[in-house]
Protein backbone atom coordinates (compact mmCIF):
# COMPACT_ATOMS: atom_id res chain seq x y z
CA UNK A 1 0.00 0.00 0.00
CA UNK A 2 1.13 3.07 -0.72
CA UNK A 3 1.07 6.07 1.70
CA UNK A 4 -0.52 8.87 -0.87
CA UNK A 5 -3.22 8.57 -3.35
CA UNK A 6 -3.54 11.58 -5.67
CA UNK A 7 -7.23 13.36 -6.92
CA UNK A 8 -7.36 14.79 -9.94
CA UNK A 9 -10.03 17.44 -10.91
CA UNK A 10 -10.70 17.97 -14.14
CA UNK A 11 -7.43 16.87 -15.39
CA UNK A 12 -5.16 18.69 -13.20
CA UNK A 13 -3.66 17.39 -9.70
CA UNK A 14 -6.11 19.11 -6.98
CA UNK A 15 -5.15 16.95 -3.80
CA UNK A 16 -3.41 14.22 -2.24
CA UNK A 17 -4.49 11.56 0.37
CA UNK A 18 -2.00 11.02 2.81
CA UNK A 19 -2.28 8.09 5.01
CA UNK A 20 -0.69 7.22 8.22
CA UNK A 21 -0.49 5.66 11.20
CA UNK A 22 -0.44 9.07 13.11
CA UNK A 23 -0.87 13.11 13.28
CA UNK A 24 3.33 13.46 12.71
CA UNK A 25 3.43 13.95 9.03
CA UNK A 26 0.86 16.61 8.99
CA UNK A 27 3.51 18.93 9.89
CA UNK A 28 5.38 18.64 6.73
CA UNK A 29 2.19 18.54 4.48
CA UNK A 30 0.95 21.94 5.89
CA UNK A 31 4.67 23.31 5.10
CA UNK A 32 3.87 22.51 1.62
CA UNK A 33 1.52 25.54 1.43
CA UNK A 34 4.05 28.03 2.96
CA UNK A 35 2.03 28.63 6.25
CA UNK A 36 4.62 30.61 8.21
CA UNK A 37 2.46 33.32 7.57
CA UNK A 38 -1.28 32.21 7.42
CA UNK A 39 -4.00 31.95 9.92
CA UNK A 40 -5.24 28.44 10.46
CA UNK A 41 -8.66 27.76 12.60
CA UNK A 42 -8.89 24.21 13.26
CA UNK A 43 -12.52 23.43 13.17
CA UNK A 44 -13.89 20.25 15.34
CA UNK A 45 -16.77 18.86 17.73
CA UNK A 46 -16.99 18.56 21.32
CA UNK A 47 -16.02 14.61 21.36
CA UNK A 48 -12.91 15.01 18.77
CA UNK A 49 -11.19 18.01 20.49
CA UNK A 50 -11.40 16.64 23.70
CA UNK A 51 -8.99 13.63 22.06
CA UNK A 52 -7.14 14.96 19.47
CA UNK A 53 -7.52 19.10 19.49
CA UNK A 54 -4.65 19.62 21.66
CA UNK A 55 -2.42 17.16 19.64
CA UNK A 56 -3.16 18.83 16.42
CA UNK A 57 -3.24 22.28 17.67
CA UNK A 58 0.58 21.89 18.82
CA UNK A 59 1.66 20.69 15.48
CA UNK A 60 0.07 22.84 13.57
CA UNK A 61 0.98 26.18 16.01
CA UNK A 62 4.68 25.31 15.19
CA UNK A 63 4.33 25.92 11.34
CA UNK A 64 1.67 29.15 11.32
CA UNK A 65 1.68 32.56 11.87
CA UNK A 66 -1.58 31.93 14.81
CA UNK A 67 -3.77 28.55 14.89
CA UNK A 68 -7.42 29.11 16.44
CA UNK A 69 -9.67 26.23 17.60
CA UNK A 70 -13.03 26.67 17.58
CA UNK A 71 -15.73 23.56 18.47
CA UNK A 72 -19.28 22.80 18.20
CA UNK A 73 -21.60 20.05 20.21
CA UNK A 74 -21.20 16.60 18.64
CA UNK A 75 -23.33 15.24 16.21
CA UNK A 76 -26.13 15.87 13.04
CA UNK A 77 -28.31 18.27 14.54
CA UNK A 78 -25.23 20.78 14.66
CA UNK A 79 -25.30 20.70 10.35
CA UNK A 80 -27.22 23.97 10.75
CA UNK A 81 -26.49 27.89 9.81
CA UNK A 82 -26.25 28.15 13.68
CA UNK A 83 -23.06 26.39 13.52
CA UNK A 84 -21.97 28.18 10.58
CA UNK A 85 -22.76 31.74 11.84
CA UNK A 86 -20.16 30.68 15.10
CA UNK A 87 -17.18 29.42 13.02
CA UNK A 88 -17.54 33.06 10.52
CA UNK A 89 -17.66 34.75 14.10
CA UNK A 90 -14.75 33.44 14.85
CA UNK A 91 -13.10 34.04 11.65
CA UNK A 92 -14.16 37.74 11.16
CA UNK A 93 -12.70 38.35 14.66
CA UNK A 94 -9.65 37.09 14.25
CA UNK A 95 -9.53 38.93 10.49
CA UNK A 96 -9.25 35.70 8.75
CA UNK A 97 -8.28 36.93 4.71
CA UNK A 98 -8.50 34.33 1.48
CA UNK A 99 -4.88 33.25 1.87
CA UNK A 100 -5.57 31.49 5.52
CA UNK A 101 -6.75 27.82 5.64
CA UNK A 102 -9.27 25.97 7.44
CA UNK A 103 -8.64 22.81 9.42
CA UNK A 104 -11.85 19.93 9.98
CA UNK A 105 -10.79 18.21 12.13
CA UNK A 106 -13.69 15.10 12.77
CA UNK A 107 -16.21 13.29 11.08
CA UNK A 108 -18.36 13.95 7.97
CA UNK A 109 -20.37 16.58 10.08
CA UNK A 110 -17.22 18.69 10.73
CA UNK A 111 -16.07 18.10 7.50
CA UNK A 112 -19.22 19.13 5.44
CA UNK A 113 -19.73 22.22 8.10
CA UNK A 114 -16.15 23.46 7.51
CA UNK A 115 -16.03 22.76 3.55
CA UNK A 116 -19.27 25.00 3.59
CA UNK A 117 -17.40 27.22 5.61
CA UNK A 118 -13.93 27.26 3.46
CA UNK A 119 -16.62 27.51 -0.17
CA UNK A 120 -18.77 30.66 1.16
CA UNK A 121 -16.76 33.02 3.28
CA UNK A 122 -15.16 35.70 1.27
CA UNK A 123 -16.08 33.89 -1.84
CA UNK A 124 -13.54 30.76 -0.73
CA UNK A 125 -10.82 29.96 1.29
CA UNK A 126 -8.84 26.98 1.42
CA UNK A 127 -9.65 23.99 4.08
CA UNK A 128 -7.40 20.35 4.78
CA UNK A 129 -10.26 17.42 5.37
CA UNK A 130 -8.59 15.28 8.70
CA UNK A 131 -10.72 12.82 8.56
CA UNK A 132 -11.24 10.94 12.16
CA UNK A 133 -14.48 8.17 11.41
CA UNK A 134 -13.91 5.45 9.12
CA UNK A 135 -17.31 6.70 7.69
CA UNK A 136 -15.16 10.42 6.80
CA UNK A 137 -11.60 8.54 6.02
CA UNK A 138 -13.62 6.48 3.43
CA UNK A 139 -15.71 8.69 1.48
CA UNK A 140 -16.51 12.63 3.06
CA UNK A 141 -13.68 13.51 2.98
CA UNK A 142 -13.03 13.13 -0.49
CA UNK A 143 -14.84 14.74 -3.29
CA UNK A 144 -15.02 18.36 -2.73
CA UNK A 145 -19.27 18.04 -1.59
CA UNK A 146 -19.97 19.83 1.34
CA UNK A 147 -23.01 21.28 3.17
CA UNK A 148 -25.58 21.85 5.66
CA UNK A 149 -29.37 20.38 6.77
CA UNK A 150 -31.89 22.98 6.68
CA UNK A 151 -34.82 22.66 8.36
CA UNK A 152 -36.44 19.11 7.94
CA UNK A 153 -34.11 18.67 4.62
CA UNK A 154 -30.99 17.19 4.65
CA UNK A 155 -27.67 18.51 2.92
CA UNK A 156 -30.25 20.55 1.08
CA UNK A 157 -27.72 23.71 1.34
CA UNK A 158 -23.90 23.05 -0.06
CA UNK A 159 -21.51 23.49 -2.66
CA UNK A 160 -18.38 21.87 -4.25
CA UNK A 161 -15.52 22.72 -2.56
CA UNK A 162 -12.50 20.29 -3.12
CA UNK A 163 -10.29 20.34 0.08
CA UNK A 164 -6.36 21.41 -0.10
CA UNK A 165 -5.27 17.94 0.92
CA UNK A 166 -7.00 14.97 2.87
CA UNK A 167 -4.60 13.53 5.71
CA UNK A 168 -5.86 9.98 7.61
CA UNK A 169 -4.47 9.14 10.54
CA UNK A 170 -6.20 5.19 10.52
CA UNK A 171 -5.00 4.86 14.59
CA UNK A 172 -8.02 7.88 15.44
CA UNK A 173 -10.35 5.01 14.33
CA UNK A 174 -9.18 3.51 17.95
CA UNK A 175 -10.93 5.83 19.45
CA UNK A 176 -14.15 5.45 17.24
CA UNK A 177 -17.47 4.20 19.23
CA UNK A 178 -18.18 0.77 18.18
CA UNK A 179 -21.39 1.99 16.70
CA UNK A 180 -20.17 4.98 14.80
CA UNK A 181 -17.42 2.20 13.38
CA UNK A 182 -20.42 0.00 12.47
CA UNK A 183 -21.84 2.71 10.47
CA UNK A 184 -18.82 3.62 8.46
CA UNK A 185 -18.58 0.00 7.36
CA UNK A 186 -22.10 1.10 5.44
CA UNK A 187 -20.59 3.23 3.04
CA UNK A 188 -17.31 0.64 2.97
CA UNK A 189 -20.03 -2.78 1.97
CA UNK A 190 -21.39 -0.21 -0.36
CA UNK A 191 -18.47 0.51 -2.42
CA UNK A 192 -17.90 -3.38 -2.94
CA UNK A 193 -21.54 -3.85 -3.90
CA UNK A 194 -21.71 -0.99 -6.87
CA UNK A 195 -18.18 -1.55 -7.63
CA UNK A 196 -15.72 -4.52 -6.60
CA UNK A 197 -17.03 -7.58 -5.98
CA UNK A 198 -13.55 -8.91 -5.37
CA UNK A 199 -13.70 -5.97 -2.76
CA UNK A 200 -16.79 -7.63 -1.53
CA UNK A 201 -15.45 -10.89 -0.73
CA UNK A 202 -12.25 -9.47 1.30
CA UNK A 203 -15.02 -8.09 2.68
CA UNK A 204 -16.36 -11.28 3.97
CA UNK A 205 -13.40 -12.98 4.23
CA UNK A 206 -12.23 -10.56 7.04
CA UNK A 207 -14.99 -9.87 8.93
CA UNK A 208 -13.09 -10.80 12.45
CA UNK A 209 -10.20 -8.57 11.28
CA UNK A 210 -11.65 -5.59 10.28
CA UNK A 211 -14.25 -6.03 13.61
CA UNK A 212 -11.50 -5.95 15.98
CA UNK A 213 -9.44 -3.26 13.91
CA UNK A 214 -6.51 -4.75 12.74
CA UNK A 215 -4.36 -2.40 11.77
CA UNK A 216 -3.13 -3.55 8.76
CA UNK A 217 -6.22 -4.75 7.35
CA UNK A 218 -7.91 -1.49 8.26
CA UNK A 219 -5.66 0.37 6.27
CA UNK A 220 -6.56 -1.78 3.44
CA UNK A 221 -9.93 -1.49 3.46
CA UNK A 222 -9.63 2.02 3.93
CA UNK A 223 -7.58 1.99 1.12
CA UNK A 224 -8.97 0.65 -1.48
CA UNK A 225 -12.28 2.81 -0.93
CA UNK A 226 -10.11 5.51 -1.40
CA UNK A 227 -9.19 4.31 -4.37
CA UNK A 228 -12.65 3.75 -5.92
CA UNK A 229 -14.13 7.04 -4.73
CA UNK A 230 -11.34 8.58 -6.51
CA UNK A 231 -12.26 6.69 -9.65
CA UNK A 232 -15.46 7.74 -9.35
CA UNK A 233 -14.62 11.55 -8.57
CA UNK A 234 -11.96 12.06 -11.09
CA UNK A 235 -14.34 10.91 -13.69
CA UNK A 236 -17.82 12.93 -12.80
CA UNK A 237 -16.29 15.84 -9.58
CA UNK A 238 -19.97 17.79 -10.20
CA UNK A 239 -22.59 14.63 -9.92
CA UNK A 240 -23.86 14.70 -13.08
CA UNK A 241 -24.05 10.89 -14.06
CA UNK A 242 -21.79 8.20 -12.83
CA UNK A 243 -21.35 9.62 -9.45
CA UNK A 244 -25.10 9.46 -8.71
CA UNK A 245 -23.75 5.07 -8.27
CA UNK A 246 -22.40 6.48 -4.66
CA UNK A 247 -26.15 7.42 -3.50
CA UNK A 248 -26.93 3.52 -3.69
CA UNK A 249 -29.02 2.76 -0.51
CA UNK A 250 -29.55 6.83 0.06
CA UNK A 251 -32.33 7.64 -1.07
CA UNK A 252 -34.20 4.86 1.32
CA UNK A 253 -31.66 5.85 3.76
CA UNK A 254 -32.47 9.84 4.01
CA UNK A 255 -36.10 9.21 3.61
CA UNK A 256 -35.50 6.68 7.08
CA UNK A 257 -32.85 9.49 8.70
CA UNK A 258 -35.86 11.87 8.76
CA UNK A 259 -38.61 9.33 9.55
CA UNK A 260 -36.75 8.27 12.52
CA UNK A 261 -35.49 12.17 13.56
CA UNK A 262 -31.58 11.47 13.14
CA UNK A 263 -31.79 8.90 16.03
CA UNK A 264 -30.32 6.46 13.64
CA UNK A 265 -26.96 7.20 12.27
CA UNK A 266 -26.35 7.78 8.43
CA UNK A 267 -24.27 5.03 7.98
CA UNK A 268 -26.60 2.60 9.86
CA UNK A 269 -29.79 4.22 7.47
CA UNK A 270 -28.00 3.62 4.36
CA UNK A 271 -27.28 -0.20 5.16
CA UNK A 272 -31.35 0.08 5.64
CA UNK A 273 -31.34 1.67 2.36
CA UNK A 274 -28.85 -1.19 0.61
CA UNK A 275 -31.64 -3.78 1.69
CA UNK A 276 -33.85 -1.75 0.80
CA UNK A 277 -32.60 -1.19 -3.07
CA UNK A 278 -31.29 -4.76 -3.14
CA UNK A 279 -35.18 -6.13 -2.42
CA UNK A 280 -36.13 -3.74 -5.58
CA UNK A 281 -32.81 -5.46 -7.65
CA UNK A 282 -33.75 -8.91 -6.73
CA UNK A 283 -37.53 -8.28 -7.32
CA UNK A 284 -37.08 -7.30 -10.99
CA UNK A 285 -34.68 -9.66 -11.39
CA UNK A 286 -31.44 -8.58 -11.70
CA UNK A 287 -30.01 -10.43 -8.66
CA UNK A 288 -30.97 -13.80 -6.77
CA UNK A 289 -32.28 -14.42 -3.79
CA UNK A 290 -28.87 -15.98 -2.50
CA UNK A 291 -27.13 -12.87 -3.62
CA UNK A 292 -30.08 -10.60 -1.98
CA UNK A 293 -29.42 -12.88 1.39
CA UNK A 294 -25.49 -12.46 1.41
CA UNK A 295 -26.28 -8.55 1.20
CA UNK A 296 -28.22 -8.45 4.06
CA UNK A 297 -25.97 -10.84 6.07
CA UNK A 298 -23.05 -8.98 5.15
CA UNK A 299 -24.50 -5.93 6.52
CA UNK A 300 -25.84 -7.26 9.81
CA UNK A 301 -22.01 -9.75 10.13
CA UNK A 302 -20.74 -6.11 10.76
CA UNK A 303 -23.35 -4.65 13.45
CA UNK A 304 -25.40 -3.12 10.98
CA UNK A 305 -29.33 -2.71 10.97
CA UNK A 306 -31.32 -4.31 8.13
CA UNK A 307 -35.17 -3.99 9.22
CA UNK A 308 -36.40 -1.29 11.56
CA UNK A 309 -39.15 -0.43 13.76
CA UNK A 310 -41.70 2.36 14.50
CA UNK A 311 -41.98 3.73 11.01
CA UNK A 312 -44.52 3.48 8.63
CA UNK A 313 -43.72 2.36 5.16
CA UNK A 314 -45.88 5.11 3.64
CA UNK A 315 -44.27 7.82 5.88
CA UNK A 316 -40.48 6.82 4.53
CA UNK A 317 -42.11 6.67 0.99
CA UNK A 318 -43.78 10.33 1.46
CA UNK A 319 -39.79 11.20 2.35
CA UNK A 320 -38.71 10.13 -1.15
CA UNK A 321 -41.24 12.19 -3.19
CA UNK A 322 -40.00 15.10 -1.00
CA UNK A 323 -35.82 14.13 -1.47
CA UNK A 324 -33.82 16.62 -3.51
CA UNK A 325 -32.85 14.08 -5.80
CA UNK A 326 -36.35 13.57 -7.51
CA UNK A 327 -36.36 15.75 -10.45
CA UNK A 328 -39.62 16.70 -12.31
CA UNK A 329 -41.29 14.25 -11.01
CA UNK A 330 -38.72 11.47 -11.69
CA UNK A 331 -36.83 9.67 -8.81
CA UNK A 332 -33.44 7.45 -10.10
CA UNK A 333 -32.76 4.25 -7.41
CA UNK A 334 -29.93 2.49 -8.33
CA UNK A 335 -29.78 -0.42 -8.20
CA UNK A 336 -27.81 -3.84 -8.43
CA UNK A 337 -27.12 -5.33 -11.46
CA UNK A 338 -24.62 -8.32 -9.68
CA UNK A 339 -22.26 -7.60 -6.91
CA UNK A 340 -19.62 -5.15 -8.04
CA UNK A 341 -22.49 -3.46 -10.41
CA UNK A 342 -25.36 -1.02 -10.94
CA UNK A 343 -27.76 -0.30 -13.30
CA UNK A 344 -31.07 2.62 -12.42
CA UNK A 345 -34.53 2.32 -12.45
CA UNK A 346 -36.41 4.97 -12.74
CA UNK A 347 -39.62 6.03 -11.82
CA UNK A 348 -42.12 8.52 -12.35
CA UNK A 349 -43.87 9.55 -9.81
CA UNK A 350 -46.59 11.75 -11.50
CA UNK A 351 -47.42 8.85 -13.05
CA UNK A 352 -46.78 5.51 -11.04
CA UNK A 353 -48.27 2.07 -12.07
CA UNK A 354 -49.74 -0.13 -9.61
CA UNK A 355 -46.95 -2.59 -10.35
CA UNK A 356 -44.30 0.15 -9.36
CA UNK A 357 -46.24 1.48 -6.59
CA UNK A 358 -46.50 -2.15 -5.01
CA UNK A 359 -42.74 -2.70 -5.37
CA UNK A 360 -41.58 0.88 -3.71
CA UNK A 361 -44.09 -0.45 -1.06
CA UNK A 362 -42.74 -3.90 -0.79
CA UNK A 363 -39.01 -2.47 -0.66
CA UNK A 364 -39.93 -0.71 2.19
CA UNK A 365 -41.97 -3.14 3.94
CA UNK A 366 -38.58 -5.59 3.40
CA UNK A 367 -36.56 -3.02 6.04
CA UNK A 368 -39.93 -2.29 8.71
CA UNK A 369 -40.90 -4.10 11.71
CA UNK A 370 -44.27 -3.77 12.64
CA UNK A 371 -44.41 -3.08 16.52
P1 LIG B 1 -20.00 12.48 12.81
O1 LIG B 1 -19.15 13.49 12.16
O2 LIG B 1 -21.21 12.94 13.55
O3 LIG B 1 -19.10 11.61 13.78
C1 LIG B 1 -19.68 10.56 14.49
C2 LIG B 1 -19.41 10.66 15.99
O4 LIG B 1 -18.10 10.20 16.26
C3 LIG B 1 -19.49 12.06 16.58
O5 LIG B 1 -20.08 11.97 17.86
C4 LIG B 1 -18.03 12.46 16.70
O6 LIG B 1 -17.83 13.40 17.72
C5 LIG B 1 -17.39 11.16 17.03
N1 LIG B 1 -16.00 11.01 16.62
C6 LIG B 1 -15.44 11.37 15.45
N2 LIG B 1 -14.19 10.91 15.38
C7 LIG B 1 -13.92 10.27 16.53
C8 LIG B 1 -12.81 9.55 17.02
N3 LIG B 1 -11.71 9.34 16.29
N4 LIG B 1 -12.88 9.05 18.27
C9 LIG B 1 -14.02 9.20 19.02
N5 LIG B 1 -15.11 9.83 18.59
C10 LIG B 1 -15.07 10.35 17.35
O7 LIG B 1 -20.54 11.39 11.74
P2 LIG B 1 -19.89 10.66 10.48
O8 LIG B 1 -20.52 9.33 10.48
O9 LIG B 1 -18.43 10.77 10.43
O10 LIG B 1 -20.46 11.53 9.26
C11 LIG B 1 -21.83 11.59 9.01
C12 LIG B 1 -22.10 12.85 8.23
O11 LIG B 1 -21.36 12.81 7.00
C13 LIG B 1 -23.56 13.03 7.86
O12 LIG B 1 -23.94 14.36 8.10
C14 LIG B 1 -23.58 12.75 6.35
O13 LIG B 1 -24.60 13.46 5.70
C15 LIG B 1 -22.22 13.23 5.95
N6 LIG B 1 -21.70 12.63 4.71
C16 LIG B 1 -21.17 13.45 3.81
C17 LIG B 1 -20.64 12.92 2.64
C18 LIG B 1 -19.97 13.84 1.63
O14 LIG B 1 -19.63 13.37 0.55
N7 LIG B 1 -19.77 15.09 1.95
C19 LIG B 1 -20.65 11.54 2.42
C20 LIG B 1 -21.21 10.71 3.40
C21 LIG B 1 -21.74 11.27 4.54
N1 LIG C 1 -20.88 10.39 -0.67
C1 LIG C 1 -21.38 10.61 -1.96
C2 LIG C 1 -20.51 11.41 -2.83
O1 LIG C 1 -19.43 11.82 -2.44
O2 LIG C 1 -20.87 11.66 -3.92
Not at 148 to 176: C, E, Q, R, S, W
Not at 237 to 248: A, H, S
Amino acid sequence: MDNVIKINNEGEHAYDIIFSDSFKLLKSELMKFNIENKRICIVTDSNVASIYANEVKSLVDMVCKHCYVVQFPAGELSKRHETVNKIYDVLVKKKFDRKDILIALGGGVVGDITGFVAATYMRGIDYIQVPTTLLSQVDSSIGGKTGIDYKDHKNIIGAFKMPKLVYINLNTLKTLPEREFNAGMGEVIKYGLIMADDFYQYLNQNIAKIKSHDLETLSNVVYMCCRLKKIIVEDDPYEKNVRKILNFGHTFGHAIEKCKGFEYLHGECVSLGIVAAAYISYKIKQIDSNTFNSVKNTLASYGLPIAVSGIRPNDILREILNDKKMHSGYITFIVLKRIGKVNFYKVNFNNMTDNEKDLLINAIESITIEQ
